[in-house]
């Protein structure tokens, strides 16, 4: 069973940057593959960005592309997403998954969602 666990939420005014962690415990990191979600109010959960175990493979979601960036510490058993240039749609709770297979679908653990408010 593994645990996961987001921070690095907040507030920021629009063209601004945040970088969020999630941190794993209960099982072997560097054995999954890694993504974030965000569910804005009122919407479904979408998907945002993947890393597969080595952090060799990226998977962006066509509206974050070149703005977000997606890493992973296997030493610290961390993912991150680093987002530049935020604007007010990046608004959501955006969560933590971990999986067996890179790509939007299919993951098994999900952590509690860290909220992001962007500003104009």
């Known amino acids: 069973q593994v645990q996961l666990v987001e921070s690095g939420g907040g507030l920021v005014q629009a063209g601004g940057s945040l970088r969020l962690s999630c941190a794993a415990s209960?099982?072997?990191?560097?054995?999954?593959?890694m993504a974030w979600f965000r569910q804005a109010s009122g919407k479904a959960r979408e998907f945002v960005a993947a890393i597969n175990w080595s952090g060799l493979s990226t998977n962006i979601e066509d509206s974050v592309k070149g703005r977000f960036t997606i890493s992973r510490d296997n030493a610290k058993n961390t993912v991150y997403l680093q987002m530049n240039r935020l604007k007010p749609t990046d608004t959501a709770l955006y969560y933590c998954?971990?999986?067996?297979?890179?790509?939007?679908?299919?993951?098994?653990?999900w952590g509690q969602g860290t909220q992001v408010t962007v500003s104009s």
């Open positions: 209960g099982g072997t990191f560097s054995s999954y593959a």
């Open positions: 998954a971990a999986g067996r297979i890179l790509g939007p679908f299919g993951y098994d653990y």
